[in-house]
């Protein structure tokens, strides 16, 4: 299975509808990587200039073009290590099923994450 990136970003805008309510927030921002993308996203208030409106704890999310998975990153760190941790995740569970690798990724620790 290989996801296009429409269909990657149409993961993301349903995930986010179910979190913070249908037409609340949007994705600002793409980032692509040979794997998938890098999802920011904001209110879209935010997006259309009201600085005020800015979403606090709203993590990046990856979405991976390759097996569908989505891994959310964190805010305590710079995205470069989240990226690195994600890409050993990746090595790591080789082989694995996407019930496997999500339960994997949600159990290990993130280096960007100690304070």
């Given at each position: 299975m290989l996801?296009?990136?429409?269909?990657?970003?149409?993961k993301v805008t349903v995930s986010l509808d179910n979190l913070y309510g249908v037409a609340?927030?949007?994705?600002s921002h793409v980032r692509e990587y040979e794997w998938g993308w890098l999802f920011s996203y904001n209110s879209i208030e935010q997006i259309q200039g009201n600085?005020?409106?800015?979403?606090?704890g709203n993590a990046p999310i990856?979405?991976?073009k390759l097996t569908g998975e989505m891994a959310?990153?964190?805010t305590c760190g710079p995205i470069k290590d989240f990226i690195?941790?994600?890409e050993d995740h990746m090595r790591e569970t080789?082989?694995?099923?996407?019930e496997e690798k999500s339960e994997a990724w949600r159990k290990k620790p993130k280096k960007a994450r100690w304070f």
């Open positions: 996801l296009s990136l429409e269909e990657c970003k149409l609340k927030v949007a994705v600085e005020d409106a800015g979403l606090m990856i979405v991976n959310v990153t964190g690195e941790d994600y080789e082989g694995f099923s996407l």
